[in-house]
């Protein structure tokens, strides 16, 4: 995940743009940082796209202690730092509730996942 040098040809410009994305710590942050490039630049690419969700997954991993999120094909395998905030009676009962998701034995959480479906799966 890169900002193309055609969208921001400055070198300056593009390191102030990926400072500024790295600060992302939530959707609205980061639906008004898409806003000023695009107000500035025009519509982002994908892969700025991409790096302004990357973000906001980051931020979250870290208030949630989430010490991994690993991709294995169609599958999402998230591991839980100990000292999590996450009460695990309310993970036992989104993976009850949930198709596509399964705690296994070590604790870590996996989730089926398509391109285009709606995360976490229903």
């Not at 630049?41 to 010490?67: C, H, Q, T, W």
Request: proline share 9%; charged share 30%.
């Amino acid at each position: 995940m890169r900002i193309p040098h055609d969208y921001i040809p400055s070198e300056n410009l593009r390191l102030r743009t990926y400072k500024r994305i790295s600060s992302i710590s939530n959707d609205e942050e980061k639906l008004d940082v898409r806003k000023e490039l695009e107000d500035r630049f025009g519509p982002p690419p994908s892969s700025v796209d991409n790096l302004l969700e990357y973000a906001v997954l980051k931020s979250m991993s870290e208030r949630l202690r989430i010490s991994s999120i690993e991709r294995q094909g169609s599958k999402v395998a998230i591991r839980f730092h100990p000292e999590t905030p996450i009460d695990p009676a309310a993970l036992v009962s989104v993976v009850r509730s949930r198709k596509g998701i399964k705690l296994d034995p070590s604790g870590v959480l996996w989730m089926e996942v398509t391109r285009g479906s709606s995360f976490p799966p229903r």
